[in-house]
């Protein structure tokens, strides 16, 4: 740490990222990416063009993007707020309405909720989730502070069915729900819809799982105008200009191919659930995906354990240091061809110490 950090942020930390390797030889299953390229749409979108433009700024509303996925949710372009990735927008949230009531949120979930607040000076609570990991809508009701929800949530995988939400947002109109629909895409239903009834709402999405464009960072927010306004605000005030105009050309096109969305998000899934079952095979313990990635504890050895061996074979996966879900492991789901791969490697690691074995 350098003399001159401000204080209010010495002895922070940032949010862990996975690790990142570019090796063909390395299976990255760690950051919930897909292992799919972007649709040919997308490809197509970045033309000369608009690669000759680069020497001027881009929209600085990012009118097309937003009237894209506006057009997708049958919206009004009023109603959704674009930025560089949905991390971003989580955090104009936090920033723009987090202040003096503060926000709760589930003890198990996305650990960036947490380091927003800590770096914000936004206050919060943890909720804690049942011991099967699910969210109790119930202990939302009368929490006193804003609402944040991954939902699906992670790295659970689990779902909470959308009466669920609406009743969490009818406890209490005069507190903000921000429901964080990252992994939605993967068969699930969204709650955009409830923004007609509901004006403290906010529903936030990404880009970069389902519609295979993690690179291009591009995230948004749908909730009624007034508080589309206020994100706006925060944009303004610090980075105008976030989306790069390749970026929104390329969020354009992904919008509007759906039906490539929605077929590579079943190969996902006929993969997941064929993975899972490979795993309990094997004396896995995994609980029930609705995302990408499947979560489980695995037979004989610790998570940290079979996290290392798995690394020296190759393939990068996630473990976690919080005590309620240390001895749980994160897989994000890759391509048929890959799982067949990580299979027969993951059966290299636990059957690599005969005496683990007889245990
Ligand atoms: C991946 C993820 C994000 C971040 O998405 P970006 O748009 O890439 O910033 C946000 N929330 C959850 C729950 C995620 O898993």
Excluded: W
Excluded at 118 to 123: A, G, K, L
Excluded at 168 to 193: F, K
Excluded at 222 to 229: F, K
Excluded at 249 to 264: I, T
């Amino acid at each position: 740490m350098g003399k001159f950090l401000s204080t209010r942020f010495q002895g922070k930390d940032g949010y862990h990222l996975g690790e990142r390797s570019k090796s063909r030889s390395i299976i990255k299953l760690n950051s919930n990416e897909s292992p799919f390229p972007p649709s040919p749409e997308v490809l197509a979108s970045v033309t000369k063009d608009l690669l000759e433009e680069q020497n001027f700024y881009s929209d600085p509303k990012s009118r097309r993007l937003t009237e894209a996925v506006a057009g997708y949710y049958g919206v009004d372009a009023g109603e959704v707020f674009v930025d560089s990735g949905s991390d971003v927008v989580l955090s104009y949230c936090m920033l723009a309405f987090g202040s003096g009531r503060g926000f709760c949120f589930p003890d198990v979930t996305y650990a960036f909720y947490k380091t927003f607040s800590e770096f914000f000076d936004v206050p919060y609570t943890e909720i804690p989730v049942k011991a099967d990991f699910s969210i109790n809508a119930e202990d939302y009701f009368n929490s006193g502070r804003h609402v944040l929800i991954a939902n699906p949530n992670a790295p659970s995988g689990l779902v909470l069915g959308i009466d669920e939400i609406e009743r969490i947002v009818e406890s209490d109109p005069d507190r903000l729900v921000i429901i964080d629909e990252a992994y939605v895409d993967y068969q699930n239903e969204s709650c955009i819809p409830l923004i007609q009834r509901h004006k403290n709402l906010v529903v936030v999405q990404t880009m970069s799982k389902s519609r295979n464009l993690a690179g291009a960072r591009i995230g948004f927010a749908v909730s009624a105008a007034e508080n589309i306004e206020d994100l706006a605000t925060m944009k303004a005030a610090f980075n105008p200009d976030s989306i790069n105009s390749i970026s929104e050309a390329m969020g354009c096109a992904a919008m509007k191919d759906s039906s490539y969305m929605r077929e590579y998000v079943k190969k996902i899934v006929f993969t997941r659930e064929k993975t899972r079952e490979e795993l309990q095979r094997r004396g896995f313990e995994v609980l029930k995906s609705h995302t990408n990635f499947l979560f489980f504890k695995p037979p004989y050895l610790s998570a940290e354990e079979f996290c290392k061996r798995l690394k020296e074979k190759g393939v990068l996966v996630r473990h976690y240091t919080q005590p309620r879900i240390n001895s749980y492991v994160r897989m994000t789901i890759g391509s048929e061809d890959q799982m067949k791969e990580v299979l027969s490697r993951i059966d290299s690691v636990l059957y690599k110490d005969p005496v683990a074995l007889q245990a």
